[in-house]
Nanobody, 118 residues
Framework: QVQLVESGGGLVQPGGSLRLSCAVS????????MGWYRQAPGKQRELVAV???????NYADSVKGRFTISRDNAKNTVFLQMNSLKPEDTAVYYC????????????WGQGTQVTVSS
């Protein structure tokens, strides 16, 4: 059973920074894609940043230049460094892992709340 656990969320002031972590029970190298999504109240879940095996890295236009996705394969952990945070970044952030070999399977963490406010 694949489990993803996010951590690092919290309350920060505009312009502040947070570093989110996603601990994965399995080898992150075994997934075809991994990344971060977020969902604000009343809004659709949206992609924030994702890296794809053999496909590079994609960032949402809204976070480009401010957020950085990274990973530590040895620790089976994915990170999201968030700088210059804005109130509109407020959302629950979810880690995602995608397997596309045969039946497509998507795994999600429980989410971690990020609130940007004065």
């Amino acid at each position: 059973q694949v489990q993803l656990v996010e951590s690092g969320g919290g309350l920060v002031q505009p312009g502040g920074s947070l570093r989110l972590s996603c601990a994965v029970s399995g080898s992150i190298a075994g997934f075809n894609a991994m990344g971060w999504y977020r969902q604000a109240p009343g809004k659709q879940r949206e992609l924030v940043a994702v890296f794809i095996s053999g496909g590079g890295i994609n960032y949402a236009d809204s976070v480009k230049g401010r957020f950085t996705i990274s990973r530590d394969n040895a620790k089976n952990t994915v990170f999201l460094q968030m700088n210059s945070l804005k109130p509109e970044d407020t959302a629950v952030y979810y880690c995602n892992a995608l397997m596309t070999r045969g039946v497509i399977r998507a795994y999600w963490g429980q989410g971690t709340q990020v609130t940007v406010s004065s």
